[in-house]
């Protein structure tokens, strides 16, 4: 199980020789990656309190948009989508 706390980043890194950003390769003992998405979350966003201006979002429980970048790459990726639902109330 992964931590929430990681987001699109925590899977590529900048080619020195190319300068480009890539994705990193995963293991092949890595069979799947299952996430959930909950792009209503207030905590995942993080604008909610005093660290709202000091911490980034964890994009990957919160954008669908990092998930579709994931998965273009990653063939073992899947998704479950719990927007809407209110879990911090």
Do not use: C, R, W
Not at 12 to 23: A, S
């Amino acid at each position: 199980m992964l931590a929430p706390a990681i987001g699109l980043s925590e899977f590529q890194y900048t080619d020195t020789t190319t300068n480009t950003k890539k994705f990193v390769e995963l293991s092949s003992q890595v069979k799947k990656i299952h996430i959930t998405i909950n792009g209503t979350d207030k905590m995942l966003k993080k604008f909610f309190g005093f660290l709202s201006n000091k911490l980034n979002p964890t994009d990957l429980g919160y954008k669908e948009e990092s998930f579709n970048a994931l998965k273009k790459n990653y063939t073992i990726f899947s998704m479950t989508d719990f927007t809407g639902m209110s879990s911090h109330d």
